[in-house]
């Protein structure tokens, strides 16, 4: 097994409140010491190479909890590898796959294929995220428990909401019993319907379809009721409306087990940002006025928003180039997650170096309840690297990612990733 030693970074981690140059020994796969002036342990077999890593920041690995790689059935889209590669290169060591590929994931086969599937061809983790119900119906439970016992981490039916109250009752209970976070794409389908943006001043300007804030406010509410009626964990994807956010925060308040997370692109851009007619800026829910833009921020620095994930959603592009009002909703994000986190609060002051990190692991591992997302002996040896003066443009052209539907082509950042490092040995570098 190779040995890996970091000399020299920043090592910063939220879990241990570290924050200092140190090295990292990172052993069999595990961390085996952080500190100073590390060398090359006795007695070690095996390939053993040094990173320097001066002037950059070494973090634990970081966590996407909420991304879709299309596999099984929607290959030409995104595969486990390619979707790997892309987070790979994004930063992250770990992701958390949604269950809406085909088949969907409600059962122990699919669930153990995503497996295998990761544990060959994906550079980077996989943690495969169940259904609630099957097919994602909204109607029958899925096999929540035969599912546990595979390997997935959460269930939700993420695209799909689960409009029957009762059913989302029954799912949280068993949930609890299965010691599981139900993770809900809150949308009120009746109130959403066949909307295609925001609901607001833009749309009408644009003779587009809107999708009322309410939608998404009254199905949280109800899911935090359900969540105080059952003690279930319950946690709302991809937040985008202010009242949804002030509800999280009231439910925190009382000591619920609610937590929430927000997309890069929803405190990036907002409505009036969206080219018009670009199906590129189409997503699920869609992009909200300005503020609500700022409520998120608001609850990025007080630590109502506890995770950043990308709901990286890759369509080809026969697909995605369709008129507005056909193509279907979602960007691909991991490539420009830690871009525009950078510019748009680190580099702002609006929060600090160590707060995005603990967005990006420590959040999403308390979650979902993972070991990862920390860098202390016996860890996992999962280790993400960037700079934070780091000058790049993102070419959509280059993504390692199979689909190219962002609407961040062009864009210039400040800082960005430069290393993955999973279980000891890199997976990505920057060239």
Known sequence: MSSLLIKNGRVMDPASCRDGVADVLIVDGRVAAVGANLEKPTGLDGAFTVHDATGQIVAPGFIDMHVHLREPGQEHAESIESGGRAAAAGGFTSVCCMPNTLPVNDNATVTSYIIE???HHSPVRVFPIGAITK??????????????RAGIVAIS????PVMNSRVMRRAMELAAGWNLPVIDHCEDLNLSAGGDMHEGLTSVRRGLRGIPSASEDVMVARDILLAEVTGARYHVAHISTTNAVRMVAYARAKGLKVSCEVTPHHFALAEEDAEPYDSNYKMRPPLRGRR???TVMDGLADGTIEVIATDHAPHAGSDKMQEFERCPFGITGLETAIGLSMDLL??????D???LIALFTTGPARVLGLEHGRLAPNAPGDVTIFNPDLDWTYDVNKTLSKSKNSPFHGRAFRGGPVATIVGGAAVWTRT
Do not use: F
Not at 135 to 148: C, D, P, R, T, V
Not at 157 to 160: E, L, P, V, Y
Not at 346 to 351: A, C, F, L, M, N
């Open 117 to 119: 599937r990761a544990r």
């Open 135 to 148: 097919g994602s119906a909204g109607e029958e439970l899925a096999s929540i428990g035969a599912m546990k």
């Open 157 to 160: 039916d993420d695209g799909r």
């Open 353 to 355: 170096l160590m707060k």
């Open 346 to 351: 680190v580099h702002p002051g609006r929060i």
């Open 292 to 294: 609500d833009l700022g």
